[in-house]
């Protein structure tokens, strides 16, 4: 099992309309974890951590589960901006970053 | 968010050549930073982790006689791509550790895009 997956896509969903995707990691004793989000030909750029709690940062609602050991990502009303890959990232105890290789979203007009 | 830098933002040499890329913190001090490699559709992969004043770090199968780097202050790490073949063309992205609000946090340079001719 890899140690983080992520389904490539793409996703397309029109705009407006409300995305999730998940992130599985196979190692239990992962500390943190982010969602990245890649344009095209750019440096990924934080979008936001995920917490424990779960977390909401406008149309942005990360969660996180333990248990199954997979974090999500839901974007609500989405926008034609929102067209990018989100890379799913793990911090493991030993300060370790992985990442997963991204899923690729597309909003349609 | 925390500012990270690269330079240069592409660059073009020639095969056997030797390319340099800094990657800086400019608003915080980051004692570690990492570079990573960046295939066509592919995902970030790590080669190695720069700790300030000692000896970085790098993954397997990551060859430290051809990747050279060196984290001489807080705020600065280079990555010197030795005798360039055309295979290492590739995205090189930096990032640096900062302290956030939940833990730490990566903040990524805006990569070096290598074409080796």
């Known amino acids: 099992r890899k140690e983080v997956e992520q389904d490539p896509g793409p996703f397309n969903v029109p705009e407006g309309a409300t995305v999730a995707f998940n992130c599985t990691y196979s190692?239990?004793?992962?500390?943190?974890f982010f969602w990245y989000r890649q344009d095209c030909r750019k440096e990924p750029k934080l979008l936001m951590s995920?917490?424990?709690s779960g977390n909401e940062d406008g149309r942005f609602t990360a969660q996180l589960n333990r248990a199954s050991q997979y974090i999500s990502l839901l974007i609500r009303d989405s926008k034609l901006s929102d067209s990018a890959t989100y890379l799913c990232?793990?911090?493991?105890?030993?300060?370790?970053?992985?990442f997963g290789k991204g899923t690729r979203l597309h909003i349609l007009p | 968010g925390a500012v990270v830098s690269q330079h240069p933002s592409w660059v073009i040499c020639k095969s056997g050549t030797s390319v340099k890329i800094e990657c800086r913190s400019l608003?915080?001090?980051?004692?570690?930073m990492f570079w990573y490699r960046q295939f066509p559709k592919q995902s970030l992969m790590l080669m190695a982790t720069?700790?300030?004043?000692?000896?970085?770090?790098?993954e397997q199968g990551v060859e430290k006689d051809k990747f050279l780097i060196n984290h001489a202050s807080l705020t600065l790490s280079t990555l010197t791509v030795t005798s360039a073949h055309p295979e290492d063309s590739s995205f090189y992205i930096c990032?640096?550790?900062?302290?956030?609000?939940?833990?730490?946090?990566?903040?990524f340079g805006p990569g070096t895009r290598l074409t080796v001719t």
């Open positions: 990032s640096a550790r900062a302290q956030g609000k939940d833990g730490y946090e990566q903040y």
């Open positions: 190692n239990s004793a992962s500390q943190s």
């Open positions: 995920v917490y424990s």
């Open positions: 990232v793990v911090n493991h105890r030993d300060d370790k970053i992985i």
């Open positions: 608003d915080f001090q980051a004692t570690t």
């Open positions: 720069s700790n300030e004043g000692s000896k970085a770090t790098y």
